[in-house]
Each structure stands twice: as structure tokens, then as C-alpha cells.
């Protein structure tokens, strides 16, 4: 078999050019930007000749023998509205469609379509224009047929793109030991914040009991005292009213504030007054 592809010019009487039945009645028109672009690319175009399709009307295929076949065209620089595009297909499978590029220069031998690698035979090429216009028309140069064995990198091209993803996802996904680790990892450093807050409420609640305990003793002391000392602050009291109030009262005070030790006042005790019986004189 020859390692060089075989050339199928657009003009070859083997590629024939079909009408879509719905573009009959459509005729073929190209602008005057678009015609001075293209009979300038035609000089440089393979026998320098091109099939312009301006309309998505055409539609042509090719019988080859071989292992894989490239379209070629010719793209003019961007006039206005949509990029010319084509459906190609091999043996009637593997429909790909696809626009040519967008650019602002002329392209020359412009790849607009590669099959795949088939087993080496006869196969028939069917592209149909699916989008053309006067400011973008379809150029379509040359056929390129491959009649070489496909490479062995081909043929393993779908296992290794398979490990190789199956090897990214493996690589990208954590295992179940790291989730774990990580897991850890942020239980012990939330746990010094936790222990922080709750350190720091407990001794705001301790603080506050402390507080309220120390008021209420010191709520407790100073009404007791008020109470005990009302009677003797008055002073309406006779000589048996103080002689009770010192054996009863104040020992018990003093039992009650043993601790404190408070001092008392010594109260002057009133005397009795003497009374005179006036003798009869």
C-alpha cells in the first residue's frame, strides 16, 4: 500500500453533486466581496479550481478505497452572517457536523473534515451543506484518501483514554482514609474552640452565683442587724426590760456574730427613782 494519500480533485467526474429537493428552485448567488475573495483564493487552490456553494442546497459523495479520508477547503475572510457548515458522514454512520473557521485572511487547504481509521475496503464519503450564503459560501477543494494500515496507536487509544481517566478520578477523589483523617483533623480543631467557650460560661455562671450569694448574705446580715438593734435604739425600756435584754438577747447576738465579733455600745442603765413618803407632821 502507498504511504502517500491519494488526491481527488472537486472537479473529478466521480464526486457527484446532488440538490436537495427542497432548494430546487433556489439559485446559486455569491456577493461582490465574496467573489473577489474567492477568485483570489482560487489561484492557490489544489488545479486551482473550487466548488463554491452558496446556497444549502448541494449535497456530494464519494466511493474510496482506503482506511480514511479528509475533506479540504478554501475559507475567505468573514463578511457577515453565519459561518459555512457541512454534515459529513462515512458509510452512513458517524454523523459530525462542523463550521469552518472564522478568520480574517484567506485560508488555503483548510482541513474541514478527518473520518476515523476503517478497516481497509471500500467506503463511501456523503457530505451535505448545511448552512452557505452569498457572504460565506462553501469552498470545497479536495479529497485526501489514506490507504495505510491505522496505526497501533489508534487501536489503543480508547483503553489508554479509559485508564487514563479512570486514573484521574481515582487520583482526584480522596480515598476513605483521608475523608477520615480530615474528619479528625477538624473534629481536634474545633475541639480548643469549644472548650474555650464553655470554660468562659462556666465562669461567668460561677462569677454571677458568687455575686448573688455574696448580696444575699450581706442582705440577710444587715436586716438582722436592723431588727435586733431597733428595740435598744429606741431606749422605752425599764430596768426589767434591759435586765432580760442582757441575759437573752445579747448573749444570743453574740452567738449568732460569733465570727464577726461586733462591738457594742454600753447602754447607761436608768436608776430607780426613790420615792419619799412625805411622814405626817
Keep these: 500500500m502507498s504511504t502517500d494519500p491519494t488526491i481527488v480533485d472537486n472537479n473529478s467526474p466521480d464526486i457527484p453533486f446532488y440538490v436537495n429537493p427542497q432548494y430546487v428552485n433556489v439559485t446559486d448567488q455569491i456577493s461582490t466581496e465574496a467573489y473577489d475573495y474567492v477568485q483570489t483564493a482560487q489561484l492557490s487552490a489544489y488545479n486551482q479550481s473550487l466548488a463554491d456553494i452558496t446556497t444549502p442546497r448541494w449535497s456530494f459523495s464519494y466511493r474510496f478505497q482506503g482506511t480514511r479520508i479528509t475533506v479540504f477547503g478554501v475559507v475567505i475572510p468573514y463578511i457577515s452572517g453565519p459561518l459555512p457548515a457541512a454534515q459529513y458522514a462515512v458509510d452512513g454512520t458517524g454523523f459530525n457536523t462542523s463550521?469552518?473557521?472564522?478568520?480574517?485572511?484567506?485560508?488555503?487547504?483548510?482541513?474541514?473534515?478527518?473520518?476515523?481509521?476503517?478497516?481497509?475496503?471500500?467506503?463511501?464519503?456523503?457530505?451535505?451543506?448545511?448552512?452557505?450564503?452569498?457572504?460565506?459560501?462553501?469552498?470545497?477543494?479536495?479529497?485526501?484518501?489514506?490507504?495505510?494500515?491505522p496505526p497501533a496507536s489508534s487501536t489503543s487509544s480508547s483503553s489508554s483514554t479509559t485508564s487514563s481517566s479512570s486514573h484521574t478520578s481515582s487520583s482526584a477523589s480522596p480515598s476513605g482514609s483521608d475523608i477520615a483523617l480530615h474528619t479528625q483533623g477538624a473534629s481536634k480543631s474545633n475541639a480548643p474552640t469549644g472548650?474555650?467557650?464553655?470554660?468562659?460560661?462556666?465562669?461567668?455562671?460561677?462569677?454571677?452565683?458568687?455575686?448573688?450569694?455574696?448580696?444575699?448574705?450581706?442582705?440577710?446580715?444587715?436586716?438582722?442587724?436592723?431588727?435586733?438593734?431597733?428595740?435598744?435604739?429606741?431606749?422605752?425600756?425599764?430596768?426589767?426590760?434591759?435586765?432580760?435584754?442582757?441575759?437573752?438577747?445579747?448573749?444570743?447576738?453574740?452567738?449568732?456574730?460569733?465570727?464577726?465579733?461586733?462591738?457594742?455600745?454600753?447602754?447607761?442603765?436608768?436608776?430607780?427613782?426613790r420615792i419619799q413618803l412625805a411622814h405626817a407632821q
Design 99 to 149: 463550521s469552518v473557521p472564522n478568520t480574517t485572511r484567506i485560508l488555503t487547504g483548510a482541513k474541514f473534515y478527518t473520518s476515523e481509521y476503517f478497516p481497509f475496503g471500500f467506503h463511501t464519503l456523503t457530505v451535505n451543506v448545511t448552512t452557505a450564503t452569498d457572504n460565506a459560501p462553501y469552498l470545497f477543494d479536495y479529497l485526501a484518501i489514506d490507504t495505510t494500515d
Design 195 to 273: 472548650a474555650i467557650v464553655g470554660g468562659v460560661i462556666g465562669g461567668v455562671v460561677l462569677l454571677s452565683a458568687i455575686a448573688i450569694g455574696a448580696w444575699w448574705l450581706w442582705k440577710k446580715n444587715r436586716t438582722y442587724d436592723q431588727s435586733t438593734y431597733a428595740y435598744v435604739k429606741t431606749g422605752q425600756f425599764g430596768t426589767r426590760d434591759l435586765s432580760v435584754y442582757l441575759l437573752c438577747i445579747v448573749p444570743l447576738t453574740l452567738r449568732r456574730h460569733r465570727r464577726s465579733r461586733p462591738t457594742y455600745r454600753r447602754l447607761p442603765v436608768p436608776r430607780p427613782r
